[in-house]
């Protein structure tokens, strides 16, 4: 019982998180590439800031490890977190205005970088604190299980967030922009108050932090210099970059090519996450009947499907219609829960008690500039293929088109990566078999993103 309404509790402060991350991704970068008519190099620049911020949550997770505030460890870089993105929620609305007067002011852009950057914080010491405390509390057996409906409750505000603004925000509308962000700004601090609250007892007597047995640079040079952890990290970082590229472009292909209203646009969120639940409810029922599976097989297929996806995408760019371009939408969210749990699992079994919030900051500090580097290429891709090809149409299938190839390219890190060898390394680091080892090619149902 206390478990589920950890998880539940947690869960609800990332459906928050999930709300006013949907304002931004689904509504705020539509309006200023296609309504505003901001060039997109300029939108997803400053999008992508967020995720520059990462290296905080390495930073806030390490000293969460070693000092309380108040008596906790968690709780208080949680309620600051959200504090923060909450915050500078409701400066958005008019910068953007400002930017579609001024697109080229150097000033207004220097002030939407500050903006991502401060929400971007707050998001990634929000989510560092959130998964360190699940380690914290929950014993090993339970962690899998508890990260999967994490993730749901994740993916459900996405869907709730993205259904909201489709009825109250159908057209673009200057006043309408700004009621919306308020409002949701307001629901997602009432939602954060009630999750947090009460969420860790003061001084953790019960489970306290572990520490590790290496400092952080000791940690830092064994990852660096083992291969496997090297190629791991590069698949991470080669994936997340290619599925990154179109995040901040898809609505605005599904206005500029597909003649889509905002109402609808801002659905396209809604059936990626629908793909997404289907891929690891999917995935759930078929471990269920068949408890060995690789998780590489399943990050291989995860990845072909992704590149189908794309490849639809690109074909509807071309050949715009809105049906086909739908059904590319559920295929590549299909992609992603298949991607989600695989990694999750590829993850949990590589990273060691010892040294896990550490690895585990590096996985969000990798994972973030691969997010911003992804999303910043987006924009400035679609624009320079707009000039080559000529046509919007054209701009828009070609970015497609290297993203379904680029996922195809990143198999080159997945398929030499071998664990066992790992694991030895690690052995023979720390001195005793490392905990919580998942037998080779294998996982348990169930599972999450770290982020």
């Not at 690789?294 to 490849?311: E, M, N, P, T």
């Not at 639809?312 to 739908?326: A, D, E, H, Y």
């Not at 720390?430 to 998942?438: H, N, S, V, W, Y």
Request: glycine share 12%; net charge positive; proline share 5%.
């Amino acid at each position: 019982m206390f478990t589920n309404r950890l998880v539940l509790k947690l869960g609800l402060v990332r459906f928050a998180t999930s709300l006013l991350v949907v304002l931004l991704v689904n509504v705020l970068n539509r309006v200023l590439i296609v309504d505003l008519l901001v060039p997109a190099t300029l939108v997803t620049f400053s999008f992508a800031f967020q995720h520059v911020m990462t290296p905080m949550g390495l930073v806030t997770g390490y000293f969460s490890d070693a000092h309380a505030l108040a008596g906790r460890h968690r709780a208080p870089y949680i309620w600051g977190g959200m504090l923060l993105s909450v915050a500078v929620m409701p400066f958005f609305p008019s910068w953007a205005q400002a930017m579609g007067a001024d697109p080229h002011n150097l000033g207004l852009l220097g002030e939407g970088v500050v903006l991502f950057s401060l929400f971007g914080i707050g998001t990634t010491v929000s989510a560092t604190a959130i998964n360190a405390l699940l380690v914290d509390r929950l014993p090993e057996a339970q962690r899998g299980s508890a990260l999967t409906l994490l993730w749901i409750l994740t993916i459900a505000g996405f869907v709730a967030g993205s259904f909201i603004i489709s009825l109250l925000f159908p057209v673009y509308d200057p006043k309408g922009l700004d009621r919306m962000f308020g409002l949701i700004t307001v629901v997602a601090v009432i939602i954060t108050l009630w999750g947090v609250w009460g969420i860790e007892p003061s001084q953790r007597a019960d489970r306290p932090p572990q520490k590790s047995q290496l400092d952080f640079w000791q940690t830092l040079r064994f990852l660096g210099g083992n291969g496997q952890s090297l190629a791991f990290f590069a698949f991470l970082l080669g994936t997340i970059f290619f599925l990154a590229i179109q995040t901040f472009i898809l609505t605005a292909f599904g206005g500029e090519v597909l003649g889509l209203p905002v109402a609808q646009t801002s659905e396209f969120g809604v059936y990626m996450s629908y793909g997404v639940l289907l891929g690891m409810v999917g995935l759930h029922i078929l471990l269920s009947r068949q408890k060995a599976l690789g998780d590489k097989a399943v990050l291989v297929v995860s990845l072909v499907i992704g590149a189908l996806a794309f490849a639809v995408l690109s074909m509807t760019s071309f050949k715009p219609n809105p049906t086909w371009g739908i059904y590319a939408l559920w295929f590549l969210g299909l992609s992603r829960g298949l991607y989600n749990v695989g990694l999750s699992h590829l993850t949990m079994s590589m990273a060691h008690p010892a040294m896990s919030g550490i690895f585990m900051g590096l996985w969000n500090l990798v994972s973030g500039l691969a997010l911003a580097a992804g999303e910043m290429t987006g924009g400035l891709l679609k624009d320079q293929m707009f000039k080559v090809s000529g046509t919007v149409q054209g701009a828009y299938g070609w970015v497609f088109l290297l993203e379904g190839v680029g996922l195809l390219a990143c198999l080159v890190f997945l398929i030499p990566l071998k664990r066992e060898k790992y694991r030895l390394k690690l052995a023979g680091l720390f001195g005793d078999e490392p905990q919580g080892i998942i037998p080779p090619g294998q996982f348990r149902p169930g599972g999450a993103p770290f982020r």
